[in-house]
Structures are given as structure tokens and as C-alpha cells.
């Protein structure tokens, strides 16, 4: 298992590594400040530097399934490295940061719209979340207004974890209906927004709602009989 040192602190930049495996699906390290693409949020990019001083552009992150093995997918013609070598991972950390803040969006979104989410993407500029919400007719400037109250009110964001039983006797914490929160190593993570929302979740956030910045409701999309799709943009 690659050492996930963003679970830990979503803030560090970079870390020093140790190349464990390079095959196809790319360079795999011992541990790694690079989240890996899933939930909805994208695969971190940057850099690994060589201690030759040789740069290798890193296009995605991905985790194999069923292994946990993480893998920083490299730029087409990069410089190749090999098992052992030593090496500076370094984010790409201004598109981080806005998937961070994208992200702790999103479950304001989700504090804010009572319906099951049925899909979402995070981008740096662009998110949306997909609800289950027949017959409803959604205010887009009342929820706009309640986003960027709660983010101004600049509740704590933490993290912080359930076992598997614990998670299986509270099952209105899963927002999700497609998909269920992973299970069977013994514990769940969960984002807690102190008074505001709960529920599980693997992806990097800010540390408080204020870091959000303003954010502004998009279009809002009819994507089936039940679904309505939300979109949220940074405002300024």
C-alpha cells in the first residue's frame, strides 16, 4: 500500500519518496502527497524530481483497483526512473487548492439541497452534483445566498473516522446512491463541517468553509425524470 500523506494533511506540497514500481501504468511510490483520481475529484498533477536533477511532468494519479497501489502517470516523453531511485514529489498546488475548496463546496451543496446525489465531478474552475429530486422546482439565487452564507460563517472542517460496524448502523450518513463509501478495511473517513453536514468521504478539503471563497450557482439541469443537476463556479 503507497503511504496516502494526504489523508493526513491535504496541505503539504511535496514529500520525498522512494520509487517502488514502474510499469505501464506509471511510476509508483512509497508514499505520495498526489490524491489519486476518484469520488469525483481528478487526479493530482505535478512533478517528480530525480535526484539528478531530472523533472518528471506527472499528467494524472490513479489508484489500481483492488490494490491500492497508487500510480503518477508520467508525461509522454519523460525521463524514465527505476526501482529505488530517490525522488521530490511536488504538487501542482494552485489546481489542488481549487479542487480543495471545489470539493468543500460541494457538501455545503449537499447541507443545502435535501435529495440523494446520484453523481458529481470536481473541476478547478467547474462543479456539479446530481440530485434525486422529482417535481422539485430549485431556487438558484436562494441557494446561492445560503452557500456563501455558510461559507462566511467559516465553520471547521475536519476529518475524522468510524469503524465499518459503526458505518453499517448509521446509513443515513451516505449521501451517495451509486455509490458506497469503502468499506472493509475497518474504519470509514469522514468530512464532519461542524453543525452543517456529515458524511463519508476520501477526497482532500480546506480546513475551514471561509477558505471556500464566494462561490455562484450555474445552470440548473433536467438530466432525467428524477435527476436535477447543480452547477457551482468560483464567483470572483
Known amino acids: 500500500m503507497t503511504e496516502e500523506l ?12 522512494v520509487v517502488l514500481k514502474v510499469n505501464e501504468r506509471g511510476i509508483r511510490l512509497d508514499r505520495t502527497v498526489f490524491y489519486p483520481a476518484g469520488g469525483g475529484q481528478p487526479g493530482d498533477t505535478g512533478v517528480l524530481r530525480s535526484a539528478d ?23 509522454e516523453g519523460a525521463p524514465t526512473l527505476t526501482e529505488g531511485d530517490n525522488v521530490k514529489a511536488e504538487l501542482d498546488w494552485d489546481r489542488r487548492y481549487a479542487h480543495m475548496r471545489m470539493h468543500s463546496g460541494l457538501h455545503l451543496l449537499c447541507a443545502i439541497v435535501e435529495g440523494g446525489v446520484t453523481g458529481g465531478s470536481i473541476g478547478a474552475e467547474k462543479s456539479r452534483l446530481d440530485f434525486d429530486l422529482p417535481d422539485t422546482s430549485l431556487d438558484k439565487e ?13 465553520h471547521p472542517m475536519e476529518a475524522r473516522w468510524i469503524t465499518d460496524d459503526e458505518m453499517a448502523a448509521n446509513p443515513d450518513l ?10 472493509g478495511s475497518g474504519k470509514v473517513r469522514l468530512m464532519d463541517i461542524a453543525g452543517v453536514d456529515l458524511q463519508p468521504c476520501g477526497g482532500t478539503h480546506v480546513s475551514r468553509t471561509g477558505e471556500i471563497g464566494r462561490l455562484r450557482v ?10 436535477r443537476r447543480i452547477n457551482i463556479h468560483f464567483d470572483g
Do not use: W
Open 174 to 183: 451516505v449521501r451517495t446512491m451509486s455509490v458506497n463509501p469503502p468499506s
Open 142 to 154: 436562494q441557494i446561492t445566498a445560503d452557500l456563501n452564507r455558510l461559507i462566511t460563517e467559516d
Open 6 to 17: 494526504f489523508r493526513e494533511d491535504a496541505y503539504e506540497k511535496s514529500c520525498e519518496a
Open 218 to 227: 450555474g445552470k440548473i439541469e433536467n438530466k432525467g425524470r428524477h435527476n
Open 53 to 75: 536533477g531530472q523533472e518528471i511532468p506527472i499528467i494524472d494519479t490513479i489508484k489500481a483497483p483492488g490494490s491500492g497501489e497508487h500510480f503518477h502517470v508520467p508525461a
